[in-house]
């Protein structure tokens, strides 16, 4: 069997006015938040993330109700 397969996503941060920072995920436009850390902003970006796939998916006429919670898959070994 092939080796695992993780779906990773990129990060980029940047410091912005007042001290806050923002962050985006460079893979997918729209996905992006901030806060007063580093640590924050990085939660926050993930929520954003997972809010704009649940939309996509709800565009497609994809059943995104229920009770949801985060999945990390790895394929392979």
Avoid: C, Y
Wanted: glycine share 10%; hydrophobic share 40%; charged share 30%.
């Amino acid at each position: 069997m092939p080796g695992p397969l993780t779906v990773s996503w990129t990060v980029a941060f940047e410091e912005v006015e007042d001290g806050w920072i923002m962050a985006r995920v460079v893979e997918k436009p729209g996905a992006m938040s901030q806060g007063r850390t580093r640590g924050e902003a990085r939660e926050n970006v993930r929520d954003a993330l997972r809010e704009l796939l649940i939309h996509e998916a709800s565009e497609r006429g994809q059943d995104v109700q229920g009770d949801l919670e985060p999945l990390d898959v790895q394929i392979g070994p």
